[in-house]
């Protein structure tokens, strides 16, 4: 599946999911605390797998402007990702690649690779409405978070779970808390993000479920800041395979530079 | 004889007299007033630069003024510390900070900015931050999780305190490294530029965050009465201490040297000044020549009289001379007392350029001016006006010599 | 004894390319004590002959000696030294300074002079109660009368006791009993003190006073008469 997917899925994912709990102060909660946990972790292998290969469009949506871009993406595991531009042929070849935390770009007009420092990491990812940060730190959220789930609703037959995720005290992220939609066969629908005030700040939601490569997802996210309807980003999958072999020397600087031409 | 004449003279034409005598205060004061005005804004340029994390002198990595990357940092500073503190003169500050790029990030915002971790308490009188902060509190070390901000920051991201952010940069290993710490303070600077470009926590903090031990990036250095002129000899006191820290990695440099377009400025700055009085004397001249020859044409029958009674030509010249030096007298004297209490009571409490600060940050300018009045300004305004407005004088004078009896006895 | 002795002097104006024969070889001699009108028409040079024996004005042709010196061999400052000594003026009109009291301008000359203030003020003192005008003392030129004004024009004229005064239509402006009253003082100073006055007029007052009537005409001196 493609980075992005897998980006856009860890990113705010990942946020979201990990655990320790603040609610285990009652046995109930401590109950729903571990149970959501569980959900959540199932969800996460749900889009984990190994490894995929995917390409999909990406949608950049603004008042006055829409732009989308066709693009590819490697990924192995939940550190590891690498993408490039497809089209339009003008931003062909630009990439990013990700190794852990760090994240480098790689711009052919320039044939030059940077290593995106600190300062470049709160920059909005290709235009859109990620920013490099969302993606890079993707991975650290799952330590950060103690969940429980607040409600369960039967919808068409499957329950969905919708999982509160509390940020800890000293955890190093910028969100209050997250809300995951999750449904029962581990296909996240929706999430949330909430500031300290615990007010709305932006919201992903996942629709158009469908089998691809035997796996059911949603083929479309959409991710909009919370009151600004004209101001949104849509990832849609053309296609994916999951659990190919790929080599870890893909995500390399050497293959940023390669793929890219 | 001719002071009272020039006096009586003065006042036949009231009118004229005063208008004239209220250009000469006028260009006076403004030379005066401008000049305590731009005095004023270098002054708040060199102590904003010094209080701006800069100091009298700093020591670092010879590599780091050209990248301030933290591989480029005092290693081990405690033995370096105390043999800079032995070489300097007694009452010299000496502190040590360490500082990163950093990207601070909340919910909805993320600003790049320098992370700088000091140790409070070193930093009184010293630079900015050692100041009581605007809100909230200076951490002690009991708060190792604080983290104080500026006040355009704050705004900026629409924080408050006790909010959480996220700290992102790059530690001693190469990875990129993120922490959380709460707003415990908020602190003003005169430029807002310098409120949106620093944030400080514990130096302690920093360094572990880093992963450095208790290496150091900078030792700033205030040396005794800052005033933006230390008494000791700043480009001696630089010169000594590099040639004397043990360590060759390391560069000491003073403000001067690290602020090398506001030194420059100020050496031309009284250069600037000059030019600035000779432009305002050029217009007020005009004035002062017409004025004259008004004077003199007019009473063309009366030097006709006194030259013709046996008054010497010279003795005319000295005539409208005394007329002219009473003039200038009496206007000099008056603008000094005017710009004095303009100065000192009108703008005491400084100008304030919130209106133009943003234009004026370019330059590192405060955003409330104080002027500062010097007795250069005021002699050396004064002189030019005086030297050059007697110099002006001479063609009036000259012409009035020129009258001769017979022809102007006739004009009846 | 000859104050004054005029030689062959000429004076002539330019007015553009014509000439103005202003004086044509004047000569004569005025001695001391001597109270002389110079009479004659307007233009017919006697003004003229007045600024040149009072140095204010320079001859073309001839030569004046004023007590003994030849004008034409002084610089323009020795002419103004001489005329602060040896010369009195009254004129027609605007005698005074304005922004000075009578007093002040009466002074002024010994002032330039240079004399002591104790001897200036006795001196001012004398002459304003000899020209009747002690009590106007510091009274500005404006708050005082045409005839007041040219009493003490004749006041500054002989304080310092000069060789001669030249007087140019003293009486002009001034109404008959005005005129005959600062021509009695005149006269009075010419007999008390021996001051050489020497008038430049048409008015047939000042020539039935004088003692001596030069009549011009036409730059040339037509008739010499003395009484």
């Known amino acids: 599946m493609s980075f992005p997917l897998r980006m856009v899925l860890h990113i705010f994912l990942l946020y979201t999911f990990l655990s320790c709990t603040i609610w285990s102060t009652s046995s109930r909660a401590a109950d729903t605390s571990s149970q959501a946990l569980t959900i959540l972790e199932h969800a996460i292998d749900h889009w984990r797998g190994t490894s995929s290969i995917a390409t999909f469009s990406l949608t950049i949506h603004r008042p006055d402007f829409e732009r989308t871009m066709r693009m590819k993406g490697w990924t192995k595991g939940r550190q590891n990702g690498l993408f490039f531009v497809l089209e339009p042929p003008k931003d062909a070849g630009n990439g990013t690649l990700k190794k852990g935390r760090e994240m480098w770009t790689y711009n052919p007009k320039i044939n030059r690779v940077i290593k995106l420092p600190p300062s470049m990491m709160s920059q909005s990812w290709m235009g859109s409405d990620f920013s490099n940060n969302d993606l890079a730190k993707s991975d650290s959220v799952l330590d950060e978070y103690t969940h429980r789930i607040i409600s369960e609703e039967i919808i068409n037959g499957l329950t969905h779970y919708t999982i509160e995720a509390t940020a800890k005290e000293e955890a190093p992220v910028v969100w209050g808390k997250q809300e995951l939609l999750v449904r029962e066969d581990d296909i996240l629908l929706r999430q949330s993000f909430y500031d300290e005030d615990m007010v709305l700040v932006k919201e992903m939601i996942g629709s158009d479920i469908i089998s691809l490569d035997d796996r059911l997802f949603p083929r479309r996210w959409e991710i909009r800041r919370a009151n600004k309807a004209d101001h949104y980003t849509r990832l849609e999958y053309r296609d994916i395979v999951f659990d190919v072999d790929i080599s870890d020397t893909t995500f390399s600087l050497m293959s940023l530079k390669q793929k890219g031409r | ?412 | ?227």
């Open chain 3, 1 to 227: 004894m000859a104050i004054v002795t005029v030689n062959n002097v000429s004076r002539i104006y330019h007015q553009g390319k014509t000439e103005f024969k202003a004086l044509d070889d004047v000569s004569l001699t005025i001695n001391k004590g001597e109270f002389t009108a110079l009479a004659g028409p307007s233009g017919s040079g006697k003004t003229t002959l007045l600024n040149l024996i009072g140095g204010i004005d320079t001859a073309d042709k001839g030569t004046i000696l004023l007590d003994g010196q030849d004008l034409s061999s002084l610089k323009k400052g020795e002419l103004a030294d001489l005329r602060l000594q040896d010369i009195g003026f009254v004129f027609q009109s605007f005698n005074l300074i304005p922004v000075l009291t009578a007093a002040e301008n009466v002074e002024y000359i010994l002032r330039l002079q240079k004399i002591p203030s104790s001897i200036r003020r006795q001196k001012v003192k004398a002459i304003l109660a000899d020209v009747g005008l002690a009590d106007k003392a510091d009274q500005r030129p404006s708050e005082l009368s045409g005839g007041q004004q040219q009493r003490i024009a004749v006041a500054r004229a002989v304080v310092a006791s000069p060789a001669i005064v030249l007087a140019d239509e003293p009486t002009a402006n001034l109404d008959s009993v005005t005129g005959q009253k600062l021509l009695d003082l005149m006269q009075q100073m010419n007999t008390d003190k021996q001051v050489t006055f020497v008038f430049a007029t048409h008015d047939k007052m000042v020539m039935d006073y004088a003692r001596r009537v030069i009549t011009l005409k036409d730059g040339r001196i037509a008739d010499d008469i003395r009484k």
């Open chain 2, 1 to 412: 004889m001719y002071i009272i004449l020039a006096w009586r003279n003065l006042w036949r034409n009231r009118r004229r007299t005063l208008i004239i005598l209220t250009a000469v205060i006028i260009g006076i004061s403004s030379m005066i007033v401008m000049a305590a005005f731009s005095r004023g804004t270098v002054q708040g340029m060199v102590s904003n630069s010094i209080n701006n994390l800069v100091g009298h002198i700093k020591i670092e990595h010879q590599q780091h003024p050209a990248d301030p990357a933290i591989e480029h940092r005092i290693i081990t500073p405690e033995k370096l510390l105390r043999q800079i503190t032995a070489m300097l003169p007694p009452g010299s500050r000496v502190v040590q900070r360490i500082r990163a790029d950093a990207m601070l990030s909340t919910s909805r915002e993320h600003v790049g900015l320098v992370l700088v971790g000091i140790d409070p308490d070193l930093e009184q009188g010293v630079s900015f931050i050692g100041r009581p902060p605007a809100q909230g509190t200076l951490f002690g070390n009991q708060n190792q999780g604080g983290i104080i901000v500026g006040r355009s920051l704050l705004k900026k991201i629409n924080g408050k305190l006790g909010q959480k952010v996220v700290i992102t940069c790059q530690g001693a290993d190469g990875t990129n490294i993120a922490k959380a710490f709460r707003i415990q303070g908020v602190f003003a600077t005169e430029l807002e530029s310098t409120e949106r470009a620093f944030a400080f926590v514990q130096l302690h903090t920093m360094q572990q965050m880093l992963g450095v031990g208790n290496d150091i990036t900078e030792i700033a250095i205030q040396l005794p009465d800052n005033n933006g002129n230390p008494p000791v000899d700043l480009a001696a006191t630089t010169a000594f201490l590099q040639a004397n820290v043990s360590d060759k990695q390391l560069l000491a440099r003073n403000w001067r040297q690290m602020l090398p377009a506001i030194s420059s400025y100020l050496e031309m700055f009284d250069g600037f000044m000059l030019i600035w009085y000779l432009i305002v004397f050029l217009a007020m001249a005009f004035g002062l020549v017409n004025t004259m020859l008004m004077a003199v044409y007019e009473r063309m029958r009366e030097f006709g009289l006194l030259q013709a009674l046996g008054m010497r030509p010279g003795c005319i010249i000295k005539m409208v001379m005394s007329e002219l030096l009473l003039l200038l007298t009496f206007g000099c004297s008056i603008s000094s007392v005017a710009a004095f209490i303009t100065v000192h009571f009108f703008f005491s409490s400084g100008i304030d350029l919130a209106i133009f600060a943003e234009g004026a940050e370019f330059w590192g300018i405060s955003r409330i001016i104080y002027p500062l009045l010097t007795s250069w300004d005021i002699i050396a305004a004064n002189s030019v006006v005086l030297l050059l407005g007697m110099f002006t004088g001479l063609y009036p004078a000259l012409r009035a010599t020129k009258f001769s009896p017979v022809q102007t006895m006739r004009h009846v």
